[in-house]
């Protein structure tokens, strides 16, 4: 279908992104939907959208593809509420970072004549609202879909839903919804749990008199950092995704428990061997991958501490032709500089990257 009618149901960080990637990549007319007439406003001024309503009914009537970017919790409800309102052959998606339930639900429930088709981009912020969309929040993420079961890959709705996610920057993956809501729980769901247990143990402690948190360095700083994350949209996960977390939290767990053991016997053949299996299968994660993705290459660079450090670098690199997937500060030291870690998807690009550097003065290196 070529420029299609897209309805937005939220238009916050995640819906709002979609939004800005879409209208850049001129897919067709998107309307969004929001409860407050301030939220469309802002994303109007912010080219999210062409046009807003707080009326979600009237928007669905008219839209051939529906995306629901609401608390996963809100997902079935709002979905059901607007179907009889959409048009015959109309797809409705989702962004919800769990998807058995709500796959299951409305596969079971929606009319005939909508298709969903369940959807997930593994790419967000610990900023939540329009303000805080993203044009290219999803370039190079992950994009899983769920689709129903039987549904061929040449299915019309199918390839629609990739056309549409494609043209964000992102990679589509279809995956059964029950294999997704595991692979998040131990990927993305117990980590951010991990994050809150060890801030609120270390918060805790400092019950003991001993002032421990403004201590706490870029090690604790960046293991926790997902814990900034809103604390209503992570009560909603949980309870929508609980069977897997729950088993995930109970290995993770036994893994705990095992550490302590070794820790208060003073194991020191059982520490060395837990830390050394830990070792050696975090070096066997493919380092040059983004998410489930296939490989990048990677190069690390030192940078000085002044403005303009980081436009020369991409602006050399763009004259040479040279690409960057994805680029990352990883630490500054103030008045000094610091160092950055820069993708590309092949190890040519890589390779000539590092030398056209080198050549200009920078410390360049591929991984």
Known sequence: MKNPTIAIVGVGLMGGSLGLAWRQAHVGRVIGVAR?????????????????????????????????????????????????????????????????????????????????????????????????????????????????????????????????????????????????????????H?????????????????????????????????????????????????LCNKQSIVEMLDAYMSALQQLRVAVEQGDEQALLALFKQAQAIRQSIPTKRRGLLGATHEVTLHLADKPGSIHAVSGLLANAGINIVDIEILRVREGEGGSARLAFNDRTAAETAVQLLNDHGYTARHL
């Not at 981009?121 to 993420?141: F, K, Q, T």
């Not at 809150?196 to 706490?216: C, F, K, M, Q, Y």
């Not at 604790?220 to 604390?231: K, N």
Request: net charge negative; charged share 10%; with cysteine.
């Open 190 to 238: 117990l980590p951010h749990l991990c994050a809150v247990g060890l801030v609120n143990t270390v918060a805790a402690a400092e019950a003991s008199g001993v002032s421990i948190l403004p201590l706490a360095a870029g090690g604790f700083r960046d293991t926790t950092r997902v814990a900034s994350g809103s604390a209503e949209i992570w009560r909603d996960i949980c």
């Open 36 to 188: 407050s007439e301030e939220t469309l406003a802002e994303a109007l001024q912010l080219g999210a959208i062409d046009e807003g309503t707080t009326d979600l009914l009237s928007a669905v009537s008219v839209a051939d593809v529906s995306v629901f970017c609401v608390a996963v919790m809100q997902i079935v409800p709002l979905a059901l509420k607007a179907a009889h309102s959409a048009q015959p052959g109309a797809l409705f998606t989702d962004v919800g970072s769990t998807k058995q339930a709500i796959c299951s639900q409305l596969w079971k429930h929606l009319p005939p004549y909508i298709t969903f088709i369940g959807g997930h981009p593994m790419a967000g912020s610990e900023r939540v609202g329009i303000n805080a969309a993203d044009m290219y929040l999803y370039e190079n993420a992950v994009y899983c879909l769920s689709a129903p079961p039987g549904m061929p890959t040449e299915h019309t709705a199918m390839q629609q839903m990739l056309a549409l996610v494609s043209a964000t920057g992102a990679h589509p993956l279809i995956l059964d919804p029950q294999a997704h809501d595991l692979i998040v729980a131990a990927i993305s």
